[in-house]
């Protein structure tokens, strides 16, 4: 009998002993922890983007008791979506998905979000403490360029050998600050056909969803010519008119192009756009002077005819008195 209850003792030691590693790896008391795979959300944000970011984030019961705990997301301007509540036994973990949407065009920049997990209930029963943890993420909102191109005249009309300039309208449609370099991409086609143009400006450094005024100087040609050929500037000549009274009419085009330097950096996709604006040169033809004396001088038979009219009229006068 005695042996007996020596081996029910040492089964009932052995038996505790076990228990003993899983009891002292769990707590007493409630509890939550909460973690998430990654600090950062990238969220891409250009006109046809899914303007989304997931994380994943594990949650763990580390009490010996049946816990509910509820689940809230603090994001500011940013949009999240994940489980409200999770149920969790003693000692176990879950895996749950927490989704940020922010906006197509939204300015690049970054936004914490906080995500809180607090027991509510222990072993179906209220938790008067209220036992909390918390985890902070940062979102980023990805830069991506964007750009558009506009004339500001629909044709600007200039005489030949005479200056000007023509204004372009370059916009930055991306969503934070971007230098676009410029260049006239006729150019050399232009100067074939004898103008001459003044760069001055190279690059302009423009805000986000913001215009900026580039002006570029230009001289007309000294004289264009009725019928001439004009292949040697295909790509800067358009089309050419003789009016009634002789005045020419030359048609070109100045060609503008514009590059996003960040998009040199932005998944190998190069953003570029060129647009072409209409120059009208017209020459006037020279003016009519005299080139002798005797083209202010009527012609004999003029000046016999009017001789004629004068003494008819003088006989006429005469008679009267007489």
């Known amino acids: 009998m005695v042996r ?15 228990f003993i590693p899983i009891m002292q790896s769990q707590q007493l008391t409630p509890g939550v ?17 899914n303007p989304t970011g997931v994380v994943d984030c ?4 580390p009490s010996i008791h049946f816990e509910d705990i509820a689940l809230q997301y603090q994001g500011g301007p940013l949009s999240i979506a994940g489980p409200s509540s999770i149920s969790l036994p003693g000692g176990e973990s879950e895996e749950f998905q927490v989704t940020v949407r922010g906006e197509n065009y939204m300015q690049k920049g970054s936004f914490q979000i906080q995500i809180d997990a607090t027991v509510t209930q222990v072993n179906g029963v209220p938790n008067p403490n209220y036992d909390t943890t918390s985890v902070n993420l940062i979102v980023e909102i990805l830069q991506f360029p964007g750009l558009q191109l506009a004339c500001l005249d629909s044709v600007l009309e200039i005489q030949v050998g005479e200056e000007g300039n023509y204004g372009f309208s370059v916009m930055n449609m991306g ?4 230098e676009f370099t410029l260049s006239i991409e006729n150019e050399e086609a232009l100067n074939n056909l004898g103008w ?15 215009p900026d005024i580039v002006r570029i100087g230009l001289f007309a040609p000294n004289s264009i010519s009725y019928g001439a050929d004009y292949s040697s500037g295909d790509d800067a000549f358009e089309t050419q008119s003789l009016t009634s009274n002789g005045t020419i009419e030359n048609i070109y085009k100045i060609s503008l192009k514009a590059t996003s330097e960040y998009s040199k950096n932005w998944d190998g996709y190069l953003l570029s756009e060129t647009i072409s604006c209409t120059i009208k040169v017209i020459q006037y033809p020279e003016d009519s ?34």
């Open 289 to 322: 002077t005299f080139s002798s004396i005797g083209d202010i001088l009527p012609s004999t038979s003029s000046f016999m005819a009017i001789l004629v009219i004068l003494l008819s009229a003088t006989y006429s006068n005469s008679k009267r008195r007489l």
């Open 58 to 61: 594990t949650l763990t019961n």
């Open 33 to 49: 922890e909460l973690e998430c795979d990654s600090s950062t959300i990238e969220i891409e944000v250009y006109p046809s983007a």
């Open 196 to 210: 001459t143009v003044n760069q001055d400006i190279n690059s302009v450094l423009i805000d986000y969803f913001r």
């Open 4 to 18: 007996r209850n020596y081996l029910v003792g040492a089964i009932t030691i052995l038996l505790f002993c076990q």
């Open 175 to 178: 969503n934070f600050v971007d």
